[in-house]
């Protein structure tokens, strides 16, 4: 792991580029001398990590005693992406556009996403828990599809936030029965692009003996403020 800038931000958080062989990706750590617990946070269906919803989240936890990190795993946010991946992409904004069914095609370009993108993950998590200033133990929060794959595959997953406004291949919501951490699963009720029965069906298939489900009113981008208060406090039950 190579970090390649540092800054002190205004709320006592550091933030540091770095690059992990192909793997570009941000860490925020507080200012504390302690080792932190660990939080990998990711965003729906491969937008980059530098979007701003997801580093306003990243800098307001890791001001509450958290180590956050958030990379571009493949195909995602700034990484080369293969002509199938271009091709899929355009064939969903023209399917959108014109209001055709975009379940297969999701599921083409989304599917292979998650698979490539976990390993990605697990050696970034290898590399961070290494750091000094990081311990155990290990939280997931954001984008659904990667966080089943990676709560399946990763024994040092301890407890997971999921988000359920992104696409969730058949695969990852057959995985879900064997998810079995701790679980906060968050749900725009009024959510345009993503169906509220299928969201309440993987909620109801996580094999998790603690789960809990919020739901607000509201579309996609929508969730409240307090959202990202109780889901520190779910981290602070569960990592701390």
Not at 43 to 67: D, F, M, Q, S, W
Not at 107 to 122: H, N
């Amino acid at each position: 792991m190579h970090f390649t800038s540092e800054q002190r931000l205004d709320d006592g958080v550091i933030e540091r580029e770095f690059t992990l062989g192909e793997i570009p990706g941000t860490l925020w750590t507080p200012e504390s001398a302690a080792p932190a617990p660990l939080i990998l946070m990711a965003h729906n269906n491969g937008l980059p990590k530098r979007e701003p919803r997801l580093v306003a989240r990243a800098r307001i936890t890791a001001a509450c005693g958290y180590a956050v990190a958030a990379i571009d795993a493949a195909g995602c946010g700034d990484r080369p992406r293969s002509a199938a991946e271009e091709q899929a992409r355009a064939e969903l904004r023209r399917a959108m556009q014109a209001g055709e069914p975009v379940d297969e095609i999701f599921e083409s370009f989304v599917g292979p996403l998650v698979e490539k993108a976990v390993p990605d993950w697990r050696t970034t998590l290898d590399a961070l828990l290494a750091l000094p200033e990081i311990g155990g133990p290990v939280g997931y929060s954001g984008w659904t599809a990667v966080g089943v794959r990676l709560a399946v595959a990763e024994p040092r997953i301890a407890a997971a936030g999921f988000f359920a406004g992104g696409y969730v291949p058949r695969a990852q919501r057959e995985e879900a029965r064997q998810v079995t951490v701790p679980l906060l699963f968050l749900l725009q009720w009024d959510d345009e692009g993503n169906p509220r029965q299928r969201a309440l069906d993987l909620f109801d298939a996580f094999g998790s003996k603690e789960k809990t489900l919020h739901a607000n009113l509201g579309g996609h981008t929508g969730t409240p403020p307090f959202e990202l208060e109780d889901g520190i406090r779910f981290f602070g039950r569960h990592l701390k």
